[in-house]
Structure formats: structure tokens, C-alpha cells
């Protein structure tokens, strides 16, 4: 699946779950509260990454892992809706600066 039918999907999720906020508390969460969420997730992901190294003992380990990380994925997608980021251009922006940097560090070790 491309990134932009991963966002669209998650997209979709994201309305549908906007529905059930509204019908529970009146109201859609906010971009805040959503980045929130976000950061309870990636908590959630560092125990599992925990288990995966053998700090952790916690049942179903591999499949929570990937779930997790899946629900972090669509986390992202959606902030970066929210916010109206283009993902794919700022990750390939991204991650050609950090090729640059990591270049001049091999080539200059004392920088």
C-alpha cells in the first residue's frame, strides 16, 4: 500500500472515530488531544520494545508490537493531515539532510 492510501485510510478511521467521540462526549478530539494520544501510544510501544528485548515480560509481546507500532503509524498520518504536512515530501526532505550530515561526519570525524 503507498503512504497516501495509508493516510487516506487512516483518514477514514480518524472521521469515524470523530463520530464517536461526538456521540460519547459532545464534541470531535482536538489536534492536541489527538497528539496526546499519540505520546500514550509510543509509551505503549516502548514497554512492547521492552519485551522484545527480554526487559519486559508481557504475553502476546510480538503481536502487541505490531499493532502498536501500527497504531502509531496512523497517529502520524493523521497529525500530519491535521496540521496539512506533506509526509512524503518532508520525509524524503528529511531524510536526504540527515544522508548529508551523516556523510560529513564519515568524511570529518571531528565534526
Known amino acids: 500500500m ?62 502487541r508490537l505490531e499493532h502498536e507500532l501500527a497504531d502509531c503509524l496512523w497517529s502520524v498520518l493523521v497529525l500530519a493531515r491535521l496540521y496539512e504536512v506533506d509526509l512524503e515530501g518532508a520525509f524524503d526532505r528529511t531524510m536526504a539532510e540527515l544522508d548529508a550530515a551523516i556523510a560529513t561526519r564519515l568524511r570529518d570525524p571531528g565534526s
Request: glycine share 8%; no cysteine; hydrophobic share 45%.
Open 2 to 63: 503507498e503512504l497516501a492510501e495509508l493516510s487516506d485510510r487512516a483518514w477514514t478511521l480518524r472521521q469515524r472515530y470523530a463520530e464517536l467521540e461526538i456521540r460519547r462526549h459532545g464534541r470531535p478530539w482536538s489536534r492536541e488531544e489527538i497528539a496526546l494520544g499519540f505520546v500514550g501510544d509510543v509509551g505503549d510501544l516502548m514497554k512492547l520494545v521492552q519485551a522484545a528485548e527480554g526487559v519486559r515480560a508481557i504475553p502476546d509481546a510480538r503481536a
